[in-house]
Nanobody, 124 residues
Framework: QVQLVESGGGLVQAGGSLRLSCAAS????????MSWFRQAPGKEREFVAR????????YYADSVKGRFTISRDNVKNTVYLQMNSLKPEDTAVYYC?????????????????WGQGTQVTVSS
């Protein structure tokens, strides 16, 4: 059983930056592909970014491409999301999620483990 704990959210002005972290425990972190999702009030949870188990391949939603960077440290069992040039429409609760290394997906239901989420609010 993998436990995921996000941190790093907060309130930032448009154009600013935040770095989210997601610490994993209870499993072999390098066995999992990791993703970040987000959910704004009244909206469905949406895919943000994905990184495979080795860190060698990443993938981004079009809405964040060029502004967000996902990375991972398999020694520290942590995945990160560096968010730059933030916009008010980036406001949401951000979740990290883990899935088996054989699964490549942007669909939330394909992910087995989830963190509790961290709030990101971008003011205009």
């Amino acid at each position: 059983q993998v436990q995921l704990v996000e941190s790093g959210g907060g309130l930032v002005q448009a154009g600013g930056s935040l770095r989210l972290s997601c610490a994993a425990s209870g499993g072999t972190f390098s066995n999992y592909n990791m993703s970040w999702f987000r959910q704004a009030p009244g909206k469905e949870r949406e895919f943000v970014a994905r990184i495979i188990w080795s860190g060698g391949i990443t993938y981004y939603a079009d809405s964040v491409k060029g502004r967000f960077t996902i990375s991972r440290d398999n020694v520290k069992n942590t995945v990160y999301l560096q968010m730059n040039s933030l916009k008010p429409e980036d406001t949401a609760v951000y979740y990290c999620a883990a899935t088996a290394k054989s699964v490549i997906s942007a669909t939330p239901k394909r992910y087995d483990y989830w963190g509790q989420g961290t709030q990101v609010t971008v003011s205009s």
